[in-house]
């Protein structure tokens, strides 16, 4: 089975400009010192999915043509190889709106991913209590949406998740 990177959008892949997510292309701006880190994470064999709450689609805030064109500009830019987003409110209770786990299940099934040796990378406390229920590591990376749940492991940016995920990933291949 495949490993996988569960990758947060705004914060981690974009710069967020605002509390809250962007509504347009204009507003929308990809994180350039992300795809290095992504292509050295590529490089060692990893599968890279962005995971992204967006309820800006079921409340008619965020037109689907705008984000389609903010995750076109995404996929043109990263290197990442699929993009799964759950377009409800938090009051809808659907199971693919982080914090549950559901992306993740999804992607598990779509890409053949052991989520036990699967890792996320996200700013949220959302993300990290999504990784605990299906049993992947959480890297956080430190911001004012961390909260105090459980994490696996805290860092200041994307190149530090980075490097540890490639140390942990070295690991458990020596000791598998």
Do not use: Y
């Not at 599968?47 to 064109?69: A, F, H, K, Y």
């Amino acid at each position: 089975m495949k490993v996988g990177i569960f990758l947060e959008r705004d914060g981690v892949l974009t710069t967020a400009r605002t509390d809250r997510s962007p509504t347009s292309l204009a507003e929308f701006h990809v994180n350039q010192d992300a795809a290095p880190v992504l292509k050295k994470l590529k490089d060692a064999g990893f599968i890279l999915i962005v995971t992204t709450n967006q309820p800006g689609l079921s409340q008619g805030t965020l037109p689907r043509r705008e984000l389609d064109r903010m995750h076109d500009l995404l996929r043109r830019e990263l290197p990442i190889d699929d993009l799964l987003l759950c377009p409800h409110e938090e009051s809808d209770q659907c199971p693919c709106r982080k914090p549950k786990p559901g992306l993740f299940q999804e992607a598990r099934f779509k890409w053949q991913l052991d989520l036990e040796r699967s890792f996320v990378v996200s700013d949220k406390w959302q993300d990290a209590v999504a990784a605990r229920a299906c049993g992947c590591t959480s890297v956080l990376i430190e911001s004012k949406w961390i909260g105090h749940v459980h994490r696996d492991f805290l860092v200041p940016d994307l190149a530090a998740a980075a490097n540890k995920i490639l140390q942990l990933h070295c690991i458990g291949t020596v000791t598998a």
